[in-house]
């Protein structure tokens, strides 16, 4: 990859440089598949890229995809420098829904730090701020929102989101983020009372049905554990762990990570 060479493919291709938005496309697809170390290399890579251009457009869209990558690893500190990054970056430069993706993203983060309802705000003023154009950033970030919802007790707020992306997923067909919009639905709906722990695993049991069939290894990952915990608390521990093992025994990398240090935990409980 030769950034000189292609420099004037930032002003053909959408505004922004190919080379940088690739690499953070192929980072965001190796945590979906199941490897997240891979995946962060393959992100460091795009924002080295990014840096090196002398192109706003693509160093904002490249600080989105990274920060974007730090939230799928549950790594709030991360997330929430380059959300801020991409606030300061695109307040300069006049990028409105930048800026907005920037506010979701700071928001999910505070939210994971213990700053539930400051974030909380920030994630519904950039959702508010902008369309969300391509419509699976909106779909991800619809999704973010019902699960900080999900941990501040909005459960309703979190299922209206929840339906919004959901739409999106049948009317236009965007797959993206598709498992864990159903997860999300399970967990929101226990949340609600145990009365629908009937209808809470038919959503985890679709989400895994549906990242098994994308191959979306991390996002099975979390549909199992969701499976897990409700079995858990229903005694039935043993009829999940078998399914736990397995998905679990199949990554060979990122078990520094919070999904795969919290399926060894489960595993552990479990035996």
């Avoid at 307040?91 to 909380?120: K, M, N, T, V």
């Avoid at 992306?165 to 967990?187: C, F, M, N, Q, T």
Wanted: net charge negative; with cysteine.
């Amino acid at each position: 990859m030769t950034p000189r060479e292609h420099h004037s493919h930032a002003f053909l291709y959408g505004g922004h440089d190919p080379g940088a938005c690739c690499l953070g496309f192929a980072a965001q697809s190796l945590w979906m598949l199941g490897y997240p170390d891979q995946a962060l290399e393959k992100s460091r890579k795009s924002l080295a890229l990014a840096r090196e251009l002398s192109h706003p457009y693509s160093l904002a869209w490249t600080r989105l995809q990274v920060g974007t990558l730090h939230q799928f690893r549950r790594d709030s500190s991360e997330t929430q420098e380059q959300a801020e990054a991409l606030q300061g970056l695109s307040d300069e430069q006049g990028l409105p829904h930048h800026l907005a993706a920037g506010s979701i993203l700071r928001g999910w983060a505070l939210a994971e730090r213990g700053h539930g309802e400051e974030g909380l705000a920030q994630m519904r003023q950039g959702l508010a701020a902008s369309s969300m154009s391509p419509l699976f950033w909106r779909v991800h970030f619809l999704a973010l929102l019902a699960e900080v919802c999900g941990r501040a007790g909005k459960i309703e707020e979190g299922l209206d989101a929840l339906a919004e992306a959901l739409r999106a997923v049948d009317d236009k067909g965007i797959g993206y983020y598709e498992p864990e919009l159903h997860r999300l639905k399970g967990e929101l709906l226990l949340a609600r009372g145990p009365e629908n722990s009937a209808d809470a695993e038919a959503c985890f049991r679709q989400a895994i049905a549906i990242a098994r069939r994308q191959r979306a290894r991390s996002l099975e990952l979390r549909a199992v554990m969701s499976l897990s915990r409700l079995y858990h608390g229903q005694g039935k521990q043993d009829e999940v762990r078998p399914i736990l093992a397995e998905i679990y025994g199949w990554f060979t990398e990122g078990f520094d990570t919070v999904d795969l240090r919290e399926a060894k935990a489960l595993l552990q409980v479990a035996s």
